[in-house]
């Protein structure tokens, strides 16, 4: 990415770059006592007890058994994936408010779904799961979970599809990159609001939305995915920028829960608001949400929409005009 002070879009690469180390704002999980076939089990918003009693349900349980005996203990599947050693797997899960993070031996359940804070792959060629990721492929970051249409979508940045000279989108097809080149893969992209404006005269709006899966084990939920780094923050509600306001962003290759204030837009920055957090290739589409309270909820501000300058200032698309523009409804955690 070039450092001088011009508009450079955040994700537009082919080299997939380390996640850089995120900040000290991480929720924790509760460290429990093991039980079962358990390697670890740990905890937030809920007891230890609650737990282990989940963990020990799991033990003996097949891979493709292991969604239907979460849900018998009241919990869903956020998803799974293989540690890549120790023949091993984590296990994240929800109940409300709740999470519940497992670390077993033995064979990762196909289980997965929308999260925002993820990394997502965008392609002119149709991408196949558990296949190499075809050549000018776009790695951006998936943003908030709404509904669209009666159905669920997930938003990112308008330009990681981008847009041909005819207003056709460029790269449709969608996928989560898990722990193989591509995971789970999403679909085309529904609607690219890439270069439309609020109004005739405000800023420009670059957001898109694609299919988000739902399922037994294509479950998706309004939280933001900090994987092993902290339990996942919950999505309650939204709220607009003003200048000063703290808030915090969850990319693919900056991290998660790096947090600064809200400053006037730069000139060039087509009228977006602008931050004092640093964000780099593959940023686009982040979540841009308010601090985590006490309780782990937070409030969607935005979708991490460019970098500018010399100092790679993170801007953003304001969520209340994307949602306008999808007529979409953002989707909240449920209490509890």
């Given at each position: 990415?070039q450092?001088a002070a011009?508009t450079?879009l955040?994700?537009i690469?082919?080299?997939?770059l380390?996640?850089?180390?995120a900040?000290a704002?991480?929720?924790p999980y509760t460290?429990?006592?093991?039980t079962?076939?358990?390697i670890l089990?740990e905890?937030?918003?809920?007891t230890?007890?609650?737990?282990r009693g989940v963990?020990t349900a799991?033990?003996?349980?097949?891979?493709?058994g292991v969604g239907?005996?979460l849900?018998a203990?009241g919990?869903t599947?956020?998803r799974a994936?293989a540690?890549?050693?120790?023949?091993?797997y984590?296990?994240?899960?929800l109940r409300?408010r709740?999470?519940?993070w497992?670390?077993e031996?033995?064979a990762?359940?196909d289980?997965?779904?929308w999260?925002?804070g993820?990394?997502?792959?965008?392609?002119r060629?149709?991408?196949?799961?558990g296949?190499p990721a075809?050549?000018?492929?776009?790695?951006?970051?998936?943003?908030f979970?709404v509904?669209?249409?009666g159905r669920l979508?997930?938003?990112?940045?308008?330009h990681c599809?981008?847009?041909?000279?005819?207003?056709?989108?460029?790269r449709?097809?969608?996928?989560?990159?898990?722990?193989?080149?591509?995971?789970l893969?999403?679909?085309g992209?529904r609607?690219?609001l890439w270069?439309k404006?609020?109004?005739?005269?405000s800023?420009?709006?670059?957001?898109l939305?694609?299919p988000?899966?739902s399922?037994?084990t294509?479950?998706s939920a309004?939280?933001?995915?900090?994987?092993i780094?902290?339990?996942?923050?919950?999505v309650v509600?939204s709220?607009r920028?003003?200048?000063g306001?703290?808030?915090?962003?969850?990319g693919r290759t900056s991290?998660?829960?790096?947090?600064?204030?809200?400053i006037?837009?730069y000139?060039g920055?087509?009228?977006?608001p602008?931050?004092?957090?640093?964000?780099d290739?593959?940023d686009?589409?982040s979540p841009?949400?308010?601090?985590p309270?006490a309780?782990g909820?937070?409030r969607a501000?935005?979708?991490?929409t460019?970098?500018f300058g010399?100092f790679?200032?993170?801007?953003f698309t304001?969520?209340?005009?994307?949602?306008d523009?999808?007529?979409?409804?953002?989707v909240?955690?449920?209490?509890?």
């Amino acid at each position: 990415m070039q450092r001088a002070a011009v508009t450079t879009l955040l994700a537009i690469a082919a080299t997939l770059l380390a996640a850089a180390p995120a900040s000290a704002r991480v929720r924790p999980y509760t460290p429990c006592e093991k039980t079962g076939d358990a390697i670890l089990v740990e905890v937030s918003g809920a007891t230890c007890d609650e737990a282990r009693g989940v963990a020990t349900a799991l033990a003996g349980v097949p891979p493709e058994g292991v969604g239907a005996a979460l849900v018998a203990q009241g919990w869903t599947a956020l998803r799974a994936n293989a540690t890549g050693y120790d023949d091993s797997y984590d296990l994240f899960a929800l109940r409300g408010r709740s999470a519940l993070w497992i670390r077993e031996r033995g064979a990762a359940p196909d289980l997965d779904g929308w999260t925002a804070g993820r990394e997502l792959l965008f392609s002119r060629s149709p991408l196949v799961g558990g296949s190499p990721a075809p050549i000018g492929t776009a790695v951006c970051t998936s943003s908030f979970l709404v509904r669209l249409g009666g159905r669920l979508a997930g938003l990112s940045s308008g330009h990681c599809a981008g847009l041909t000279r005819t207003r056709r989108t460029l790269r449709r097809n969608a996928a989560l990159r898990t722990s193989s080149p591509v995971g789970l893969v999403l679909g085309g992209v529904r609607r690219n609001l890439w270069r439309k404006r609020a109004t005739s005269r405000s800023r420009r709006i670059d957001a898109l939305a694609l299919p988000a899966p739902s399922g037994p084990t294509r479950t998706s939920a309004p939280v933001i995915d900090r994987g092993i780094l902290g339990a996942p923050l919950f999505v309650v509600g939204s709220t607009r920028p003003r200048l000063g306001r703290e808030v915090c962003f969850a990319g693919r290759t900056s991290g998660t829960d790096l947090c600064g204030d809200v400053i006037e837009s730069y000139p060039g920055a087509g009228g977006l608001p602008c931050t004092t957090i640093t964000a780099d290739l593959g940023d686009s589409g982040s979540p841009v949400y308010t601090p985590p309270a006490a309780d782990g909820t937070v409030r969607a501000v935005g979708i991490a929409t460019l970098v500018f300058g010399p100092f790679q200032s993170m801007c953003f698309t304001p969520i209340a005009p994307v949602l306008d523009a999808l007529n979409a409804k953002l989707v909240t955690a449920a209490a509890g």
